[in-house]
């Protein structure tokens, strides 16, 4: 079965950090373009960044640039969102997704895998 499963939210004080993860199973993330999510009530997913197969990265929205930081690990089958300087507005659910595609892209309807989303909650 394939599967993606997030961990590494929680609550957090403002300025603070977290690393999310996300790890497959039953398939293999090395040849997948993987992204990161998120949402909040309300409103409809929207990227925050994006690795490619081939390691390169794209950060959606002027707001997290240079703070947040994903990478990947493919000996762990694994990918990582490091969130740096978190803001309340960073608030929301997070979303790890996968696509066969070579490329990324800032629509969650071309992503085929989706993690059941981890909660980041910033807040003093």
């Known amino acids: 079965q394939l599967q993606l499963v997030e961990s590494g939210g929680g609550l957090v004080q403002p300025g603070g950090s977290l690393r999310l993860s996300c790890t497959a199973s039953?398939?293999?993330?090395?040849?997948?373009?993987i992204g990161w999510f998120h949402q909040v009530p309300g409103k409809e997913r929207e990227a925050v960044s994006c690795i490619n197969s081939m390691g390169g990265v794209i950060n959606y929205g002027d707001s997290v640039k240079g703070r947040f930081t994903i990478s990947r690990d493919n000996a762990k089958n694994t990918v990582y969102l490091q969130m740096n300087s978190l803001k309340p507005e960073d608030t929301a659910s997070y979303y790890c997704?996968?696509?066969?595609?070579?490329?990324?892209?800032?629509?969650?309807?071309?992503?085929?895998?989706w993690g059941q989303g981890t909660q980041v909650t910033v807040s003093s």
């Open positions: 039953g398939f293999n993330l090395d040849y997948y373009s």
């Open positions: 997704t996968a696509t066969g595609a070579g490329h990324c892209s800032r629509y969650y309807r071309e992503y085929d895998y």
